[in-house]
């Protein structure tokens, strides 16, 4: 099955920074890759997602990309501000079976 | 937001119950999911639903039971709680099998 690596487990950044999220996948199958963010309290959230038809996505200050050769990807979050902090997850899915997520990574804005 | 709720938000039993976790939702999304979230363990699938009365296992699956007998309705049970089972239970749905949308919650404890 497959296996979604998440790095780093803890990231903290001063605010108006940028974070970077990574995660490697081990099936070569899968084609669907989603970020979720946890705020304290609530359930994930889905905030970006990116299929293996693509490179690169983008939305506001928020953007991820993939490298299907190297089978990974990396949720990237520019100007960061206080309402970020929080757990982010990445998953990886075939399409045909279950999403598997990563282990989360919890990311502190220092203002 | 998908128009997940779950309830309760919280419960406490003592270990040897039967407990019933619900699940609704108001998209009239064919997939649905229940996960438990544990520390260092990320989000774990338990059971799956593709349509109404069709039910599938996840990794975790042991000592747990679905149902599902109307599209909005996923129920999970555990048919008799032990303290392994202390956790956080979040359901999600979806109208295709990987974009998946999650609801608030469940704390349960098992005394």
């Known amino acids: 099955g497959e296996n979604v690596e998440q790095h780093p487990s803890t990231l903290s950044v001063q605010e108006g920074d940028s974070a970077v999220i990574k995660c490697t996948y081990s099936d070569s199958a899968s084609n669907y890759f989603p970020w979720y963010k946890q705020e304290l309290g609530k359930g994930p959230q889905l905030i970006i997602d990116?299929?293996?038809?693509?490179g690169e996505k983008k939305d506001q200050r928020i953007a991820v990309t993939l490298n299907k050769t190297a089978k990974h990807f990396s949720l990237h979050i520019t100007e960061t501000q206080p309402e970020d902090s929080a757990v982010y997850f990445c998953?990886?899915?075939?399409?045909?079976?279950?999403?598997?997520f990563g282990t989360g990574t919890r990311l502190t804005i220092i203002p | 937001d998908a128009g997940i709720t779950q309830s309760p938000r919280h419960k406490v039993t003592e270990t040897g119950t039967p407990v019933t976790l619900r699940c609704h939702q108001t998209e009239n999304h064919r997939y649905m999911y229940w996960y438990r979230q544990d520390p260092g363990h990320g989000l774990r699938l338990i059971h799956y639903s593709y349509g109404v009365k069709d039910t599938d296992k996840g990794e975790v699956s042991d000592g747990y039971s679905v149902s599902r007998s109307k599209t909005e309705d996923f129920l999970l049970t555990l048919e008799s709680a032990t303290s392994s089972q202390t956790s956080v239970y979040f359901c999600?749905?979806?109208?295709?099998?990987?974009?998946?949308?999650f609801g608030p919650g469940t704390r349960l404890t098992v005394l």
């Open positions: 990116i299929r293996s038809n693509v």
């Open positions: 998953a990886a899915s075939n399409s045909k079976e279950k999403l598997t």
């Open positions: 999600a749905s979806g109208a295709i099998t990987d974009t998946q949308y």
